[in-house]
């Protein structure tokens, strides 16, 4: 399996770019000059419409990104390296929550605390882009639907479905206003488990 992982040494690429090297991936590095612009170059962009790296582009053409989808799908593609506990494990869960926790509550809170003072924050600084360009990203993921992966749905949907879906009740841009988003929440609140969640005590 040979894959191309989109990189910088001096961004959060050097993060995948390790965890490829760790699990001993065959791989091909395409690097972008963030400087010059390369991360927001058309070509680039219809891979990665937030313009953001690590990206890694599978032998299939599949394209993940987030340093901590990358280093899960690594793990599990390489068992022999032995860096993902067995599902259902209490370890796994160990892994995954602080694969989580890095991306959603380190980073963030980091950038905050360093560059509170410059507003807006610079989009290649922060792991998010922008808000737009994060909406940008959800819509081309839901189509052409009706999950992220298509036709199956996954535990993607559970957090993706959820927090659209409670987004939306605080009128957030963009999302009210999608018919996309709001054809998939409704498809994600209609499904029994969902129903269960919001009325079980």
Same mark, same amino acid.
């Given at each position: 399996?040979?894959?191309?992982?989109?990189?910088?040494?001096? /961004? #959060?690429? /050097?993060?995948?770019?390790?965890?490829?090297?760790?699990?001993?991936?065959?791989?091909?590095?395409?690097?972008?000059?963030?400087?010059?612009?390369?991360? #927001?170059?058309?070509?680039?962009? =219809?891979?990665?419409?937030?313009?953001?790296?690590? *990206?890694?582009?599978?032998?299939?053409?599949?394209?993940?990104?987030?340093?901590?989808?990358?280093?899960?799908?690594?793990?599990?593609?390489?068992?022999?390296?032995?860096?993902?506990?067995?599902?259902?494990? /209490?370890?796994?869960? *160990?892994?995954?929550?602080?694969?989580?926790?890095?991306?959603?509550?380190?980073?963030?809170?980091?950038?905050?605390?360093?560059? #509170?003072?410059? =507003?807006?924050?610079?989009?290649? *600084?922060?792991?998010?882009?922008?808000?737009?360009?994060?909406?940008?990203?959800?819509?081309? =993921?839901?189509?052409?639907?009706?999950?992220?992966?298509?036709? /199956?749905?996954?535990?993607?949907?559970?957090?993706?479905?959820?927090?659209?879906?409670? =987004?939306?009740?605080?009128?957030?841009?963009?999302?009210?206003?999608? #018919?996309?988003?709001?054809?998939?929440?409704?498809?994600?609140?209609?499904?029994?488990?969902?129903?269960?969640?919001?009325?079980?005590?």
């Amino acid at each position: 399996m040979t894959m191309t992982l989109y990189y910088n040494p001096q /961004s #959060r690429a /050097s993060v995948a770019r390790w965890m490829l090297e760790e699990v001993g991936a065959d791989y091909a590095l395409q690097h972008l000059d963030i400087a010059k612009g390369e991360s #927001r170059a058309p070509a680039f962009l =219809a891979i990665n419409p937030m313009g953001k790296i690590p *990206t890694l582009v599978l032998d299939d053409g599949t394209v993940l990104t987030e340093n901590g989808a990358i280093i899960a799908w690594l793990a599990d593609a390489y068992p022999k390296a032995g860096l993902m506990p067995p599902a259902g494990s /209490s370890a796994r869960g *160990t892994v995954l929550r602080w694969l989580f926790f890095c991306g959603s509550c380190f980073e963030p809170a980091l950038t905050d605390r360093m560059m #509170r003072a410059q =507003a807006p924050l610079p989009k290649q *600084t922060v792991g998010w882009g922008d808000y737009d360009e994060v909406i940008d990203a959800i819509e081309k =993921a839901l189509s052409p639907g009706p999950f992220v992966l298509g036709d /199956s749905f996954s535990a993607a949907d559970v957090y993706l479905g959820a927090s659209l879906a409670w =987004a939306g009740q605080f009128g957030a841009p963009r999302v009210r206003e999608s #018919r996309r988003i709001q054809d998939y929440v409704g498809r994600i609140t209609a499904r029994d488990a969902f129903v269960r969640a919001q009325t079980a005590q």
